[in-house]
């Protein structure tokens, strides 16, 4: 129908985003249009704002309004630790979790041979640059435990062998998990990562 053409725009738009099909994102547009005056102008206006000023931050990489975002700007961070991300979500997930105080340093990505990704194409060499330039004394790799985060990881460690400390975040059976759920890695890991009590 050439008058829901719009709507089905839309559709198709939304049903690109993370998370949701065709089916989800159907059901979060007629949401939004029947929601029209509480969600869908003030969503529009938002996104609007959005697209004319998120940007990228020019020291770590993470997402904000400014060239140079809050977490990098805050001066109560430790200067002397910086965590090594793959992407954004994946900071913010450190942030959430509210133990970390350091700075954070996101790559944009993992190194991949099959998709042509080399460290040039990530933010290895800025991040290489910051190693110096803020006297880092400790780099903790919050890579993800693929193939491709592990390759990534090993491939920094080396980089950075004998100018910091490099460390990565522990592997294994996460809080309330159930052995026999896991699979065969997370339990190898979690035994190889064991400690004393």
């Not at 738009?13 to 929601?35: C, D, E, F, N, T």
């Not at 004319?52 to 001066?75: F, M, Q, Y």
């Not at 979790?97 to 040039?120: C, M």
């Amino acid at each position: 129908m050439a008058q829901n053409r719009d709507i089905e725009d839309l559709i198709d738009l939304m049903a690109k985003l993370p998370g949701l099909g065709p089916r989800s994102a159907r059901r979060a547009v007629l949401h939004l249009i029947r929601k029209r005056g509480q969600l869908l102008a003030p969503l529009a206006t938002q996104m609007q704002r959005l697209s004319d000023t998120a940007r990228e931050c020019l020291n770590c990489g993470n997402i904000g309004t400014d060239d140079v975002c809050d977490l990098c700007t805050k001066p109560d961070r430790e200067n002397g630790t910086l965590c090594v991300v793959e992407d954004v979500a994946d900071l913010w997930a450190m942030e959430r979790a509210s133990v970390f105080k350091g700075r954070y340093h996101v790559l944009g990505g993992t190194l991949s041979a099959l998709d042509g990704v080399g460290p040039d194409d990530l933010r290895i060499p800025k991040l290489l640059d910051r190693i110096i330039t803020e006297n880092v004394s400790e780099v903790i790799l919050a890579l993800n435990a693929t193939i491709d985060g592990q390759t990534t990881a090993h491939y920094i460690a080396d980089q950075l062998e004998h100018r910091v400390t490099v460390t990565s975040l522990a592997q294994g059976v996460p809080i309330g998990g159930e052995l026999d759920y896991l699979d065969d890695g997370t339990i190898t890991a979690a035994l190889n990562a064991r400690r004393k009590l």
